[in-house]
């Protein structure tokens, strides 16, 4: 088979079952991927946080995923809330660093009048 068709076949498999925990680990996975492409290919600093929170939210999905009661042993003594309490503080974590980024670009764009990444090479401490 070639080699793309290969990796195609097992995600129209999915198209076609109920949804499941790999259904929620293909969606965290793209979401995951398209925020790190994101992150290489903007040069505008906005364009970059936007690629942060979609890989911060593919891994909120895949936290969730794996918290399936599905995934969880037969004897298990959990709540079986631990991926969404991973995914609250991720939620947290990413508001934080909104804040922290978006204030340093506003700073940024105020002393140099643009948010180009490639002009920010004279920062320094």
């Not at 793209?30 to 290919?41: Q, T, Y």
């Not at 505008?44 to 936290?63: C, D, K, P, Q």
């Amino acid at each position: 088979m070639l080699l793309g068709l290969s990796f195609a076949v097992p995600l129209f498999g999915l198209l076609t079952e109920p949804v499941s925990v790999a259904h929620y680990l293909v969606v965290g996975a793209i979401l995951f991927v398209s925020g790190i492409v994101c992150m290489a290919i903007k040069r505008n600093a906005l364009g970059v946080l936007m690629g942060i929170e979609l890989v911060l939210n593919g891994a909120n999905v895949n936290f969730v995923a794996f918290a399936s009661p599905y995934l969880q042993g037969t004897g298990s003594r959990s709540l079986g809330l631990d991926g969404q309490v991973i995914a609250v503080f991720v939620i947290l974590l990413a508001a934080a660093e909104a804040a922290v980024a978006l204030a340093i670009t506003l700073n940024f764009y105020n002393n140099h009048a643009t948010v180009d990444v490639d002009r920010a090479d004279d920062l320094k401490g």
